[in-house]
């Protein structure tokens, strides 16, 4: 494609197989971007680079983004097929389910949080390191996924918002220190109609985001798909059009933020 709003760049992406890194990849193509994709599952992967309308545009690298020798195969990948990366995006993530604090045991603790934390925060910052000096040299642009529960309680168990407040503190901490070579941002979508894959260490099998419910509760009444995400993904990715933008997260949560204990005045109870 020609004249697209990432012309010319070459993007990794992280969690390119979920249901929102799928999108994203799909995005950063159509708006003309070169991707090195990378996935722990390596059949989804397999099925996204079989779908695509650009394939030859699309290097798909199976593993594990919180994985050093990983992260440095798939910056490798990128520059034996394209050349040095200029975007870096992390979709990965793992969900709690929920889990009320209560409920989990304490033997198992440790280990979920060092599984949450490892996936949610630990492979951002791994891929990040393997990325930098290119991105350094290409002034370029980070784009992370927080969440609704990275500025709010509700928006899952204690593990994940730890691990998603904990993000916020990377996107803020490597926007100070990377200036001015690298511009460091995330969105925080709210809710997406994607399976969530849980924790390992707790048992805990993929299960829908979305709960019964949650339309009504979402004060826009809207659940976005991962497409109407993706160009805000663009968005901060883009050298031209947020070049004054760092250290920023951009919400997507449906206006959930705004509700508080009480729905509008005048307006329907909750
Ligand atoms: N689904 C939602 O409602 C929702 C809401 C808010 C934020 N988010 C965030 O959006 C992002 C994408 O989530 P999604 O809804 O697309 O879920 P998803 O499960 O479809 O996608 C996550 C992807 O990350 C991959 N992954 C997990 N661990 C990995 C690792 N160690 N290395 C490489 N890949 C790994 C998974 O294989 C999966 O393809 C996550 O950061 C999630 O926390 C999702």
Request: hydrophobic share 40%.
């Amino acid at each position: 494609m020609s004249g697209g709003r990432l012309q010319g760049e070459i993007a990794l992406v992280t969690g390119a197989a979920g249901g929102l890194g799928s999108a994203v990849v799909r995005r950063y193509l159509a708006e003309g971007a070169r991707v090195v994709a990378t996935d722990l599952r390596p059949g989804p992967l397999d099925e996204l680079a079989a779908s695509l309308d650009f394939p030859a545009e699309l290097v798909t690298v199976p593993g594990d983004a919180s994985d050093w020798e990983t992260a440095k195969e798939t910056v490798a990948a990128a520059h034996r097929h394209f050349g040095q990366v200029g975007v870096y995006t992390s979709c990965v993530g793992v969900y709690d389910h929920n889990v009320r604090f209560t409920d989990l045991p304490g033997d198992q603790l440790g280990d979920a949080l060092l599984e949450c934390w490892r996936i949610n925060v630990g492979s951002v910052l791994v891929t990040l390191r393997a990325v930098l000096d290119d991105l350094t040299a290409t002034r370029g642009r980070a784009v992370l996924t927080g969440s609704y529960a990275a500025h709010a309680p509700g928006g899952g168990g204690v593990l994940y918002t730890s691990s998603k407040h904990a993000l916020l503190g990377v996107v803020k901490q490597l926007a100070h220190e990377l200036a001015p070579q690298v511009r460091v941002n995330a969105v925080s979508p709210g809710v997406l109609p994607t399976v969530m894959t849980g924790l390992g260490t707790l048992g805990q099998e993929p299960r829908d985001a979305v709960l019964p419910g949650t339309e009504q509760a979402l004060p826009l009444r809207r659940i976005p798909t991962g497409d109407e995400l993706a160009g805000l993904y663009v968005t901060l990715a883009s050298a031209a059009d947020t070049a004054a933008v760092t250290g920023t997260v951009l919400i997507a949560d449906s206006g959930l933020l705004t509700r508080g204990f009480g729905g509008p005045p005048g307006g329907e109870e909750l």
